[in-house]
């Protein structure tokens, strides 16, 4: 009798030890599982962070790029430019004199090409760097770039926002809503063959919404993507997001046409601060 009780509590024991064990090695199991997923995250937030950096780093070198070709546009050609024309304005007058009719005819025209080659290093140099975006805010810089279009295009271009004055974000926030519009315009124009295009701008205490409709064909971003040099431009679009943690999404609406939706988040932290365009920043360029 004695030795069936020592047995049973000897059982009792052992199958208590065998559950602290189970749930020993249960506890470790979990706790490793947890620390291999924390490990896993921090990694991952790790290269979302690198990888942010590289493509900021990347369009930081892109718009200073941008900044360096139209210093020298303005400052080389343009002043070459101006030379010249102030050379055919003193010929022009030596030509007049003369009273030939050919040689007043030809001059005419070459004080012409030089004016309208003027005019068209001025339009490249505001469209690599939007003066007007950084003096005056987005709001300034969207309705000249739409003023534009409409003088060279046979287009009709509508602007909207939900406030009579856009609040002023952070330069590199209101730069990255630029090239986007920018990108989105252009590829209505290009791709969907649009006579009309709505350009819509919100903002709340949360979220900032950039919209662009047309009333064109429509067209697949995805196949767009696949074209080596036509999705560049798709592609461009999802990286500016991605460093604000923007999204982008693609409609088709039921009267036709296309529609195109970047959302980025407001960040309070920011405030109306100015932040530099890029760390290697030079002179404006006086246009």
Not at 37 to 44: A, L, Q, T
Not at 79 to 107: A, F, H, P, R, W
């Amino acid at each position: 009798m004695q030795n069936s009780e020592e047995l049973k509590w000897a059982l009792l024991i052992a199958s208590l030890a065998m559950l602290a064990m189970a749930f020993c090695m249960i506890a470790f199991v979990m706790y490793y599982q947890k620390r291999r997923f924390e490990e896993e995250k921090r990694i991952s937030d790790i290269e979302k962070n690198y990888n942010r950096l590289l493509l900021d780093t990347a369009l930081n070198s892109e718009e200073t790029e941008r900044r360096r070709i139209a210093q020298d546009l303005h400052d080389d050609i343009g002043t070459m430019l101006s030379l010249t024309k102030l050379s055919l304005n003193q010929l022009s007058k030596l030509v007049g004199n003369s009273g030939d009719e050919k040689e007043e005819s030809i001059m005419k025209k070459s004080q012409s090409l030089v004016e309208e080659t003027i005019l068209h290093v001025r339009r490249i140099t505001r469209d690599l760097v939007p003066t007007t975006l950084e003096r005056f805010g987005l709001m300034e810089a969207i309705e000249e770039f739409i003023h534009k279009l409409e003088e060279d295009n046979n287009l009709v271009i509508a602007f909207q926002s939900n406030t009579e004055e856009f609040p002023r974000q952070g330069q590199k926030l209101e730069l990255t809503l630029y090239r986007i519009m920018q990108e989105l315009v252009n590829n209505a124009i290009k791709h969907a063959s649009c006579t009309k295009i709505d350009i819509a701008l919100e903002i709340d205490e949360e979220m900032i919404g950039l919209r662009v409709t047309d009333n064109g064909v429509g067209f697949d971003p995805e196949k767009i993507k696949e074209s080596n040099l036509a999705g560049l431009g798709l592609l461009g679009i999802e990286s500016r997001l991605a460093i604000v943690n923007g999204t982008v999404q693609y409609e088709q609406p039921a009267k036709g046409g296309s529609s195109a939706i970047a959302r980025i988040p407001v960040n309070p932290a920011s405030g109306n601060k100015p932040e530099p365009l890029h760390p290697f920043r030079r002179e404006r360029v006086n246009i």
